[in-house]
């Protein structure tokens, strides 16, 4: 996401209405683009709790994880139209955002604005369908990603907090929607992990803008204290769940936490040397191409599920 310019340019096709037959087609099908499907791999997160808690393979775990995840996607899709319609024009002068379907006057901004205020309602609707602690969650979420478009994101430092808290808040909510606790060991896990990925984003973003690109935070930061947060989070992480996979878990239980440590340590190692490659820019297309990692996250798993599961 690039700094917000504001409402005031738009683009000549803000004001030509949709067309009928292949036109309208067209416009649907930029509409389902500008959701960035993609990204709504990062509501898996709303899974780690109940899997964790070992209530994944119940009946009313999986449900209600399910309901979290739509609620998730449909409400982050509505919020990605908000954020795209105010930096419409700054993502126009970027090479690649540019191409975004708003952007590039595929979807109107006025269009993007009225689809994103349905997605959210909905969103809403559903995580009230998972109790009104999901709907909670669900409307701190949109509370925070409108501050990060309209304010937020245009802070440094606090812009890669704001960020690592949406997907915090994800996490949150499927332990939410379980009725699970949420352990201390997981929260600081999973924001410190947040943050990894958030600062190693824009660390790529950086090296391959050169600080010219549209985010204004971006002419704050260096490669050097983005790498030195990367360094930071990872170092306070893997620590974190090296005293949770050997001090939580007693006989027979701690061996398959206690194997889980390499394919972590594996899994974070990977990460930063895809970021000092420049690769950064979009960690869940890393998950979805990278084979190394994907081989790395499923040698994690394995153990995980043993020790949930089996022990």
């Avoid at 959210?120 to 602690?133: H, P, R, S, T, V």
């Avoid at 949420?182 to 600081?188: A, I, K, P």
């Avoid at 260096?222 to 769940?241: E, N, P």
């Amino acid at each position: 996401m690039s700094s917000t310019e504001g409402p005031a340019l738009r683009s000549p096709v803000d004001d030509v209405p949709p067309a009928s037959g292949p036109a309208t087609h067209s416009v649907a099908a930029a509409l389902f683009h500008a959701c960035r499907p993609r990204q709504w791999l990062k509501n898996a997160l709303v899974f780690a709790a109940p899997a964790a808690a070992g209530v994944l393979t119940t009946g009313a775990g999986l449900r209600g994880s399910l309901v979290a995840f739509a609620a998730f996607c449909v409400t982050a899709s509505g919020t990605y139209m908000f954020n795209d319609a105010a930096d419409a024009d700054a993502d126009r002068r970027h090479p690649r955002k540019r191409l975004r379907p708003i952007a590039s006057g595929a979807v109107s901004v006025r269009l993007a604005r009225v689809t994103g205020t349905v997605l959210i309602a909905l969103g809403l609707l559903a995580g009230w369908a998972g109790g009104w602690q999901l709907a909670a969650v669900v409307a701190a979420y949109i509370a925070l990603t409108f501050s990060y478009t309209l304010w937020l994101k245009r802070q440094p430092v606090v812009d890669l907090v704001a960020v690592a808290g949406c997907h915090v808040l994800r996490a949150y909510a499927g332990a939410v929607a379980v009725a699970v606790p949420v352990t201390s060991w997981f929260l600081v896990v999973i924001s410190l992990g947040s943050l990894l990925l958030v600062a190693g984003k824009r660390e790529a973003e950086l090296r391959a803008q050169g600080g010219n690109g549209t985010r204004a935070t971006l002419v704050t930061y260096t490669v050097a204290y983005l790498g030195h947060v990367r360094v930071m989070a990872s170092g306070a992480m893997i620590v974190t769940y090296c005293l949770w996979a050997l001090q939580e878990h007693e006989g027979a239980a701690r061996a398959p936490y206690a194997v889980s440590i390499v394919p972590f340590v594996l899994v974070v190692l990977r990460h930063a040397l895809l970021v000092d490659r420049g690769v950064g820019e979009e960690p869940e297309e890393l998950a979805l191409r990278d084979r190394p990692l994907q081989v790395f996250i499923g040698l994690l798993l394995v153990p995980l599920a043993v020790g949930v599961y089996l022990t």
